[in-house]
């Protein structure tokens, strides 16, 4: 589905991505682990064409590299940022309404705003408040959700249990293995290790812009060399 050959990307002079490859399958979870800076966020801006990607990316053998942001979300690419770019001043039901892609209706594809409000019960309960007065868990959960809105055949899904509680970690858990169950392919950046290969099909280890490993849960679990060289602090 999703196919990433010799991407490169740059902020400025600073060569941050430098030669990643990747692929994801249909309805494949793929965990894109890395301890902070080492280019996990920037491989998910750069196939959004959020930054200037040098490279080969094909989405379902499209070349996508170089167009631009809302030309790749028409595609079927959803994404989820790491920092919560939700509409503050929005309720919770607008900011959902807006993840609906143009001339789509309301339960057109694999998500209606009632399966939401049916996975996060939080969100059906603020349904009608300003999303500015939500926890950040809350928010999370609202940006995962209006990206969903928009039902993407691939999402992008960066850091999504940063800062929640276990509880809430559990859930967005929950959900990352429903949208598989829809036939959504996901490419998921985490921190945690027991959420990444307790829910992923596949994983990809990232260490100074390029990927150092690719193999399965249980291929990593074993791989200490790699843990401790890439992964652990």
Known sequence: ML???????????SHILQGVNLNIQE??????LGRNGVGRSTTCKAIMGEVVPHGSVKFRGQEIAG???????NL??????ENRDIFPGLTTRQNLILGLKPGQKDGAGRWAM??????????SERADVEASVMSGG????????????GDPDLVMIDEPTEGLSPQMV????TVLQEI???GVSTLLVEQKLSIALDIANRVYVMGHGQVVFEGTPQELKERDDVRKEWLEV
Not at 3 to 13: M, Q
Not at 27 to 32: H, P, S, T
Not at 170 to 173: G, M, R, S
């Open 3 to 13: 196919e990433v050959t010799d991407l490169h990307a740059y902020y400025g002079k």
């Open 27 to 32: 309805g494949e979870i793929v965990a894109l």
């Open 67 to 73: 167009k631009k942001a809302f030309e790749v979300a």
């Open 76 to 81: 079927g690419i959803g994404y989820v940022p």
């Open 114 to 123: 009632q399966d939401m409000f049916d996975m996060f019960s939080n969100l």
């Open 138 to 149: 809350e928010q999370q959960m609202l940006t995962m959700c209006r990206t969903l809105m």
């Open 170 to 173: 559990q859930k967005v858990a």
């Open 180 to 182: 598989a169950k829809r």
